[in-house]
């Protein structure tokens, strides 16, 4: 057992304060199974913290860009200390969502149709007839997601005050339901199903009790949970990941069951808060957060 673990948290993107909640609940974790920890609150200063604390592992619980990006994984690659979650081209490849999708459909995993749009593009209307999604290139956590009904009259965009890029993802709406799979290794955990009185599976929805409700395991045809598991492992083996993950998809059954699934992205450091759902995944498989976090720790490691 690696006995100096360091907790990434925090960091500088738009999922600080789900990424301080995530590490906290890692760090009390490693401590409660005997573990030594340092907690580090990534910022400009990162390389010299990991410098002077000398960890045997980094477990990175950073969400969003830089922490998920393969920007720490590099870094932590530089200084040969092992850590847990994906390598460097994984994270990359599953936090740019255009690029994933292209290897997925290469895959032959369905996707949303969507395309790139420029800021100016978006300001000139409306780039697919409604419904549709458009949210960043590279976010996470729902950040800036928006979806566009028919007969909205409020503006979807505003290039002014559009904080994510140039270009914006637009994709095309999929009715029905919110699965998601959680792979551990090269297996999938379970599918589950996520209902909320939101217009979609949103920020808030994500991580304030009581905004939604977790159907543990997903209540679809056997056929239908199994595809799902199937096609959420070939999206975790397509981008190279490893360790856990979870994949996002649209199911969808509106014209019955069995339905048809869509996949939308994959999270290469699922968060590990009080309503995440890896945790609540594997808890139901009888894997103990405890047990989740430690597996995840021996399995640190560079490369990819």
């Given at each position: 057992?690696?006995?100096?673990?360091?907790v990434?948290?925090?960091?500088?993107?738009?999922?600080?304060?789900?990424?301080?909640?995530?590490?906290?609940?890692?760090?009390?974790?490693?401590?409660?199974?005997?573990?030594?920890?340092?907690?580090?609150?990534?910022?400009?200063?990162?390389?010299?913290?990991?410098?002077?604390?000398?960890?045997?592992?980094v477990?990175?619980?950073?969400h969003?860009?830089?922490?998920?990006?393969?920007?720490?994984?590099?870094?932590?690659?530089?200084?040969?200390?092992?850590?847990?979650?994906?390598?460097?081209?994984?994270?990359?490849?599953?936090?740019?969502?255009?690029?994933?999708?292209?290897?997925?459909?290469?895959a032959?995993?369905?996707?949303?149709?969507?395309?790139?749009?420029?800021?100016?593009?978006?300001?000139?209307?409306?780039?697919?007839?409604?419904?549709?999604v458009?949210?960043?290139?590279?976010?996470?956590?729902?950040?800036g997601?928006?979806?566009?009904?028919d007969?909205?009259n409020?503006?979807?965009?505003?290039?002014?005050?559009?904080p994510?890029?140039?270009?914006?993802?637009?994709?095309?709406?999929?009715?029905?339901?919110?699965?998601?799979?959680?792979?551990?290794?090269?297996?999938?955990?379970?599918?589950?199903?996520?209902?909320?009185?939101?217009?979609?599976?949103?920020?808030?929805?994500?991580?304030v009790?009581?905004?939604?409700?977790?159907?543990?395991?997903?209540?679809?045809l056997?056929?239908?949970?199994?595809?799902?598991?199937?096609?959420?492992?070939?999206?975790h083996?397509t981008?190279?990941?490893?360790?856990?993950?979870?994949?996002?998809?649209?199911?969808?059954?509106?014209?019955?069951?069995?339905?048809?699934?869509y996949?939308?992205?994959?999270?290469?450091?699922?968060?590990?808060?009080?309503?995440?759902?890896?945790?609540?995944?594997?808890?139901?498989k009888g894997?103990?957060?405890?047990?989740?976090?430690?597996?995840?720790v021996?399995?640190?490691?560079?490369?990819?």
């Open positions: 057992m690696s006995r100096h673990v360091a990434l948290l925090g960091g500088p993107s738009t999922e600080r304060e789900v990424s301080l909640v995530s590490g906290r609940a890692v760090a009390t974790s490693l401590r409660r199974q005997g573990f030594k920890v340092s907690e580090i609150d990534a910022g400009p200063g990162l390389c010299g913290a990991l410098t002077d604390t000398k960890p045997d592992v477990f990175n619980a950073l969003g860009r830089w922490g998920e990006d393969g920007c720490v994984q590099g870094l932590l690659e530089f200084l040969r200390i092992p850590y847990t979650h994906s390598g460097v081209l994984a994270s990359a490849l599953a936090m740019d969502k255009p690029v994933a999708k292209r290897l997925f459909a290469e032959g995993i369905p996707c949303a149709e969507g395309l790139l749009v420029s800021r100016e593009a978006m300001m000139k209307g409306r780039p697919m007839d409604p419904p549709y458009i949210k960043p290139r590279n976010e996470g956590s729902s950040v997601v928006k979806i566009v009904f007969g909205d409020q503006a979807p965009f505003d290039a002014k005050t559009w994510f890029g140039d270009t914006v993802l637009v994709e095309r709406y999929i009715p029905g339901r919110e699965i998601q799979v959680a792979v551990m290794g090269d297996a999938a955990l379970g599918a589950i199903e996520i209902k909320t009185d939101s217009r979609f599976y949103d920020y808030e929805a994500k991580y009790p009581g905004q939604s409700r977790h159907i543990m395991p997903a209540p679809i056997p056929s239908a949970y199994e595809e799902a598991c199937r096609l959420a492992v070939l999206a083996k981008l190279g990941c490893r360790g856990v993950s979870r994949t996002d998809m649209r199911y969808d059954d509106t014209a019955g069951e069995p339905g048809r699934f996949v939308l992205e994959v999270n290469t450091q699922p968060g590990m808060t009080p309503t995440s759902l890896v945790p609540e995944i594997a808890a139901h894997i103990s957060f405890d047990d989740l976090v430690s597996w995840m021996e399995g640190a490691r560079c490369g990819d």
